[in-house]
C-alpha cells in the first residue's frame, strides 16, 4: 500500500521514534508499506517519521542507483547487494568513520531541494531486521549516506540541519514556499 509522505515543515519530522520493542504483524505490514511507498517516489530511503509514524523504522534500497555505487559487508566480508535491499532496519545505530566526503542529497519529504551534504564516507551500523535478527555491518557509498540520512530522521533531524549556511540559504526560498504549501 502507497502511504501519504508527509512534507516539510510536519512535526511529525521532528519527534524522535520510539524504539520497537516487539516486532508485530502491524509493524511488518509498516516496512511492507514503507517499502512500496519509497519504491513509488523512486526515493532511496524513507524513515517511518515520513509516513507520519514516530518510530525507529527506516527502510533502504540504493540497487538501480548505478552513477553512485555502494558497498556493504558483513563481518569483514563483502556481500551482494541484490540479497539485502531493501533493507528494513529497525532500531539502526550508527558508528561513524573518520573519513568525510560530500555529496549531493534530495529527501522526500523536501521536493524539488536538493543540497551537497558533508558525511562520513563509511558507517558501521547495527539494526534488528524484520525477522528479529540483529546484523552489524559497514557500509561505504551512498548506502552509507543514505543510512545516515534515514538515522538521523529517525531522531528527529532532518538534512537541512547539515547543510552549510551557504546552501541553506540557496534553498530558503524553496523552504519559505512549502511552509507556505502546508497552510
Ligand atoms: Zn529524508
Redesign the pocket.
Known amino acids: 500500500m502507497i502511504l501519504k509522505i508527509e512534507k516539510y515543515p510536519a512535526p511529525v519530522l521532528r519527534a524522535k521514534g520510539k524504539t520497537i520493542a516487539k516486532i508485530t504483524a502491524e509493524i511488518r505490514e509498516l516496512a511492507r508499506d514503507m517499502i512500496d511507498t519509497m519504491e513509488h517516489a523512486n526515493?532511496v530511503?524513507?524513515?517511518a517519521q515520513?509516513v507520519g509514524r514516530a518510530l525507529q523504522l527506516a527502510v533502504i534500497d540504493v540497487l538501480g542507483v548505478e552513477d553512485r555505487p555502494s558497498t556493504m559487508s558483513v563481518e569483514g566480508k563483502p556481500v551482494a547487494l541484490e540479497k539485502w535491499m531493501p533493507l528494513s532496519l529497525l532500531n539502526p545505530k550508527l558508528v561513524l568513520g573518520g573519513l568525510r566526503e560530500t555529496g549531493s542529497?534530495?529527501?522526500?519529504?523536501?521536493p524539488e531541494i536538493t543540497s551537497e551534504i558533508e558525511r562520513a564516507a563509511s558507517v558501521t551500523a547495527h539494526a534488528m531486521l524484520l525477522d528479529g535478527r540483529e546484523v552489524e555491518f559497514e557500509a561505504t557509498g551512498l548506502l552509507a549516506r543514505a543510512l545516515q540520512?534515514?538515522v538521523?530522521?529517525l531522531n528527529g533531524i532532518?538534512?537541512t540541519d547539515r547543510m552549510s549556511s551557504a546552501n541553506r540559504v540557496s534553498v530558503a526560498g524553496k523552504l519559505k514556499r512549502l511552509q507556505k504549501d502546508a497552510k
Open positions: 526515493g530511503g524513507l524513515a515520513q542529497e534530495g529527501c522526500l519529504s523536501f540520512h534515514e538521523d530522521h532532518l538534512f
